[in-house]
């Protein structure tokens, strides 16, 4: 499901695209954001952790993402000389079996979600790397201080956030506060990365 947002006040717009599979799509999508423009774009791309879970169960859609990625690179650097592209990596989870096997009974629960992170991490900068995509993991510490606070500390919180996002309880989601602070950080860092700053 793709949505835009615009903003006169803030002089902002801002594009989602959901795509699940690299694909011809996903080519154009970026495609158009080659040529050179007076706009300012920060583009910022990742992947969710249930797509991750789905990667390291099927060694073929490793594989596929792998090539997929691979064969978009040539179009992410030419995105990138007139743009900024940001890979956000994924942040990383407590891997607590119990919890695993309730909220991931449908995938396979003797895959560890931290070490599929970790290894989905490598993978996408090991390709990335010195291709002039930046690597943002800035609000990983803040993200991993909430998840294992929520693992300590068990708080009630559930029943204030929506389903989508359970938040402490399955020790995965970050929850609103720490995703605020986290989009607050990373809007900071786009504005001094479209300055020329970092």
Not at 171 to 180: D, K, N, S
Request: aromatic content about 12%; charged content about 15%; some cysteine.
């Amino acid at each position: 499901m793709d949505a835009n947002v615009t903003s006169r006040l803030l002089n902002f717009h801002a594009s989602f695209h959901w795509e699940p599979r690299f694909s011809n799509r996903t080519n154009d999508i970026f495609s158009k954001w080659t040529s050179k423009n007076d706009v300012v774009r920060v583009i910022v791309l990742g992947m969710s952790l249930h797509h991750i879970m789905h990667l390291q169960e099927d060694s073929s859609q490793y594989s596929e993402f792998k090539r997929g990625l691979t064969e978009l690179l040539p179009i992410l650097q030419r995105v990138a000389k007139h743009n900024k592209v940001v890979w956000v990596k994924q942040y990383t989870v407590i891997d607590n079996p119990f919890i695993s096997s309730i909220f991931y009974n449908h995938m396979n629960n003797l895959i560890q979600i931290r070490p599929s992170i970790y290894q989905f991490n490598l993978l996408v900068a090991n390709i990335l790397r010195d291709s002039g995509i930046i690597l943002w993991n800035t609000g990983d510490l803040i993200v991993e201080g909430y998840i294992r606070s929520c693992f300590v500390l068990p708080r009630n919180d559930l029943e204030f956030t929506g389903k989508a996002y359970f938040s402490c309880p399955d020790l995965v989601h970050p929850g609103f506060v720490a995703q605020a602070y986290a989009t607050h950080l990373f809007l900071n860092e786009a504005c001094h990365i479209t300055n020329g700053d970092v």
